[in-house]
C-alpha cells in the first residue's frame, strides 16, 4: 500500500510540474514580449496568494471530486513561481548579446531560443525548483478531496492516531521534496555550464 501512495504521489507530481511548467515558461514570455499579457501577472498573483485547501475547495463545485479536482489547484499554484523566473531571467539577459545575435541576422525567435532562454535558463530552473518543492509538499492535501498520496497515510495517521501510518506518510514526503531538491540544483548547475558557454 505504501509502494502504491508512493507512486501515485509522484506521478501526480509530475503531472502537474510538467504542465506548470510549460505554461508558466510560456506566460512568462508572453508577459516579457506583450504589453497586453501583463494583465494576467495580478490574476495569478491572487491566485497564488489563495491558500492551496481552499482552491481545492472551489475546484470541488466545477470539476467534482478526485484526481482532475486535484490536478487543476496544483497546477494553477505552480504557475507563478516559473512564470516570475522566466520573466526575470530574461529582462537579466545582458543587452548586448541580444545585439550580438541580431548582428549576426539571427530573427526574434532565433534570439530568443538560441541566447535569451539559453542565459534565462539557470533562473527559470530556479523557478522550476520552487514550484517542485511546493507541489510536493501541497500533494498531500489532495488526501481531503478523496485523491490517493501520501497524505492519504497522514489523514490516516490522524484520524486514527497511527503514528506509524504519520511518521511514514509526513517522513516521505519530506525525503520526496529533499530529493527533488537536489535534483532541481544539478539541473541548475548544468544550465550555468550552459548559459556559459553560450556567451
Known amino acids: 500500500m505504501i509502494a502504491d501512495l508512493l507512486v501515485k504521489h509522484i506521478l501526480l507530481f509530475l503531472v502537474a510540474l510538467s504542465g506548470a511548467t510549460v505554461a508558466g515558461i510560456l506566460a512568462g514570455i508572453a508577459v516579457y514580449r506583450l504589453r497586453a499579457a501583463r494583465a494576467i501577472v495580478p490574476v495569478m498573483n491572487v491566485l497564488q496568494a ?15 471530486i478526485g484526481y482532475v ?56 530552473i530556479a523557478g522550476i525548483r520552487i514550484s517542485a518543492i ?22 490516516q495517521g490522524i484520524a486514527r492516531m497511527d503514528a506509524n501510518a504519520l511518521l511514514v506518510g509526513s517522513g516521505l514526503s519530506a525525503l520526496l521534496a529533499v530529493i527533488v531538491n537536489q535534483i532541481m540544483i544539478l539541473l541548475e548547475k548544468v544550465a550555468m555550464r550552459l548559459a556559459g558557454r553560450s556567451r
Open 50 to 64: 489563495t491558500p492551496e485547501i481552499v482552491l481545492l475547495a472551489i475546484c470541488i463545485p466545477f470539476l467534482g
Open 134 to 155: 511546493m507541489l510536493v509538499s501541497v500533494i498531500t492535501l489532495t488526501a481531503y478531496i478523496g485523491v490517493e498520496s501520501l497524505g492519504t497515510l497522514i489523514l
Open 69 to 124: 479536482g486535484a490536478l487543476v489547484p496544483l497546477f494553477i499554484k505552480g504557475i507563478l513561481p516559473v512564470m516570475q523566473n522566466t520573466l526575470s531571467g530574461l529582462r537579466s539577459v545582458e543587452p548586448g548579446l541580444k545585439e550580438a545575435a541580431r548582428g549576426m541576422g539571427m530573427s526574434d525567435r532565433q534570439t530568443l531560443l538560441r541566447v535569451e532562454l539559453i542565459n534565462a535558463a539557470p533562473v527559470i
